[in-house]
């Protein structure tokens, strides 16, 4: 991965890439530079699926949510470790995770 995925989101580009992701329901942590959301599925499988294709794209990206699961609720962090904070690798991964969401919820 570039050395320029890894870098913090600067004022400018958080303004540029950050309102799609706040419109999808992400909120920026308080005390934090990290992003949140929560997804809620009809069950279990329905959630589970939707962790397993987001772990498969995670890894490619060598990239991990914080994330955590209760039956059909998902609850995902995102921030990037080399830097402290938001990087253009969290906005890939929301965006990925916002399409992944729609497609196992779409399929049943």
């Not at 699926?49 to 994330?67: N, Q």
Request: aromatic content about 10%.
């Amino acid at each position: 991965m570039s050395d320029a995925k890894r870098l913090k989101l600067d004022d400018e580009e958080r303004n540029a890439k950050l309102p799609a992701l706040k419109k999808a329901g992400w909120s920026e942590v308080e005390e934090r530079d990290a992003i949140y959301k929560e997804f809620m599925f009809k069950d279990f499988n329905q959630a589970f699926g939707f962790m397993a294709r987001v772990a498969l794209k995670a890894e490619k990206m060598d990239h991990h949510p914080e994330w955590f699961n209760v039956y059909n609720k998902v609850q995902i962090t995102l921030s990037t470790h080399e830097c402290t904070g938001l990087s253009d690798r969290d906005v890939n991964l929301a965006t990925f995770i916002e399409q992944a969401a729609k497609s196992v919820k779409d399929s049943e």
